[in-house]
């Protein structure tokens, strides 16, 4: 059975946070001034509840993606063992694993997380001036995220992506920057516009739009527009160079229309859409053996039917406090 909502849109993607808690403060995502309720352990899906969830994705629902998420998903401790027991999956089912890390402990994992099954990586990287990564994140990491997104360039991953927020007066005049520095590197740079979250203070005048921030780019280096079936990013290579640029306009050019994820936070609860307030727990049936998985399928099948057509207008996400970026997992 594919998971299909009532708009047609088939959702073969899955992105599930481990964990709603992370080490740094960025400014976009969890600023101090958050006065987040993070999960007690317990309510939080064990690693059988998460293994039995991914098994119900791909075998009851012909999901062939997913990505673990959080918070920063490498805080949790069982996090490697987990990993390889749903790799197994891979065995019976054609399925891709990723992982979306801030970085800060990816390069003590590399080696395991390429041993156990993970596919590709998306790391975040908002500053290549250190200062400013510190300003951003609140806390001063900047080389050994760098040193790590170096380091599994090297390695086997189908795919290592650098995602950078674009914040206008705080580091769009990096642009350029980002480019000259990746630019013969095997990894895909992905700009990303400043979204509206709970207390993150977005504000229009802090907008840099995913079109302008190609133009800067366009200024210096040819942008080859990538033939390919992205859903979220529109995708370039760079003229001469290894480097592939994707720019993920979710606010100025929102790709609802070909949406096709679904996200599970770190509770178990189904989130529609980054900025939907609706939410259907699942913990309680993934903790009980004596329900069927075919049962559960169905209710992920049942709550994906009431995905809106597409979020609601930028004006009116300002207003929003429920949607916190490391409850919902990035």
């Given amino acids: 059975m594919q998971l299909v909502d009532s708009f047609g849109r088939i959702h073969n993607y899955v992105r599930i946070s481990l964990i709603d808690k992370c080490n740094l403060n960025c400014i976009y995502c969890n600023p101090v001034n958050s006065n987040k309720r993070f999960y ?10 998460i293994f039995r969830l991914c098994k119900i994705l791909v075998k009851n629902l012909e999901v062939n993606k997913i990505r673990f998420t959080g918070g920063e998903p490498l805080l949790r401790k069982d996090i490697i063992p987990m990993l390889k027991n749903i790799s197994e999956l891979k065995n019976d089912y054609n399925l891709m694993l990723g ?3 801030n970085g800060t402990e990816l390069h003590e994992n590399l080696e395991a997380l390429e041993s156990n099954g993970i596919d590709y990586l998306n790391v975040s990287l908002d500053s290549l001036q250190e200062q400013k990564f510190i300003a951003i994140t609140g806390k001063n990491c900047y080389h050994q ?5 170096r380091l599994a360039e090297k390695m086997r991953f189908t ?13 769009d005049k990096e642009l350029i920057d980002f480019v000259e520095y990746f630019k013969d590197s095997d990894i895909e740079l992905r700009f990303i516009e400043f979204m509206p ?11 840099v739009s995913a079109e302008e921030m190609k133009e800067i780019i366009q200024k210096k280096y040819h942008l080859i527009r990538s033939n390919d079936e992205n859903k979220v990013a529109e995708n370039y290579s760079v003229f001469n160079h290894s ?12 790709f609802c229309d070909s949406c096709n994820r679904l996200r599970i936070t770190a509770a178990g609860k189904i989130k529609l859409c980054l900025f939907s307030p609706e939410e259907t727990s699942l913990k309680e049936h993934l903790s009980n053996p004596s329900i069927q998985d075919e049962f559960i399928a169905e209710i992920i099948s049942n709550t994906l039917s009431k995905k809106l057509g597409k979020h609601p207008k930028v004006e009116e996400l300002i ?9 919902i997992g990035g």
Avoid: C, P, Q, Y
């Fill in 197 to 207: 979250f709970g207390n993150n203070d977005w504000e229009k005048n802090g907008f």
């Fill in 319 to 327: 207003k929003l406090h429920h949607n916190n970026m490391l409850s």
């Fill in 99 to 101: 992982i979306t890390t």
């Fill in 243 to 254: 480097l592939k640029i994707g720019f993920i306009s979710s606010i100025s050019n929102h």
């Fill in 159 to 171: 795919k290592v992506k650098v995602n950078a927020v674009i914040i206008k007066n705080l580091n």
């Fill in 40 to 49: 007690h352990n317990r309510e939080l899906l064990t690693d059988g509840e």
């Fill in 145 to 149: 995220v760098l040193s790590a997104i």
